[in-house]
């Protein structure tokens, strides 16, 4: 029931933009674009949030497409602690379960 | 605590025996949720409660695994009989609510399940 498609792993060197592309064609029109990510073997930490625009908070930036099929995350300088596997998610409001699917491997290269 | 706190962190049991684990949400959550994890995949959701309520447990993979939440608070994943295939990291996770930023889940540490 994959929702969104990622790409498996990205690699990113220190200090560069990462922007992690997510698509998400089939998405309905109450449904919200959520980003966690899970460092190791930590849980899941929730990254942000959005319905159609743009979001910005201290983690990241989301942006997602006009049509809403797609959407990318990114991580303005990226450093060695954001090594981790992002997953895109797509949920409409009150529903209970995310999926996560496999997300994206991030590699931050020194 | 300030945080979600799952116990015990590691459980190493036998084959057929059964087992229970712990999870205690935010203090003031109404959401909470218990996901299983294989190694190098995603978490896979399995029940949820708000409240007391058992919302949905259809993920759920058997009858062997049940959930319960009595008291709104502190709950327990309990698996009987268990079975190797049952070996994963179970996390739990709470959220406010279940929508918006205040459906933002918070998940604890995980219990690291291993059966012989």
């Known amino acids: 029931d994959a929702k969104t498609t990622q790409p498996p792993s990205m690699d990113c060197a220190e200090g560069r933009a990462a922007n992690l592309p997510c698509n998400h064609s089939?998405?309905?029109?109450?449904?919200?674009v959520y980003w966690y990510r899970q460092i190791h073997s930590q849980g899941p930490q929730y990254i942000i949030h959005?319905?159609?625009n743009n979001e910005t908070n201290e983690m990241a930036s989301l942006i997602i497409t006009e049509d809403r099929k797609s959407s990318t995350l990114i991580l303005p300088h990226a450093t060695l602690r954001d090594t981790a596997v992002y997953y895109c998610?797509?949920?409409?409001?009150?529903?209970?379960?995310?999926?996560f699917g496999t997300g994206t491997r991030l590699t931050v290269i020194p | 605590g300030a945080g979600v706190s799952q116990s015990p962190r590691y459980k190493v049991t036998k084959r057929g025996q059964d087992v229970a684990l712990r999870c205690d949400p935010i203090?003031?959550?109404?959401?909470l949720y218990w996901y299983r994890q294989a190694l190098g995949q995603g978490p896979e959701f399995l029940t949820y409660?708000?409240?007391?309520?058992?919302?949905?447990k259809s993920g759920l993979p058997n009858d062997r695994f049940s959930a319960e939440r009595p008291e709104g608070s502190i709950s327990t994943l309990t698996i009987q009989r268990t079975e190797q295939r049952d070996s994963a990291m179970y996390r739990c996770?709470?959220?406010?609510?279940?929508?918006?930023?205040?459906?933002?889940?918070?998940f604890g540490e995980g219990s690291r399940l291993t059966v012989l």
């Open positions: 996770a709470s959220s406010l609510l279940t929508s918006g930023k205040a459906g933002e889940l918070f």
């Open positions: 089939t998405i309905s029109g109450n449904e919200y």
């Open positions: 959005g319905l159609k």
């Open positions: 998610i797509v949920r409409a409001p009150g529903a209970n379960n995310l999926f």
């Open positions: 203090s003031g959550h109404v959401s």
């Open positions: 409660f708000n409240y007391e309520a058992q919302q949905d």
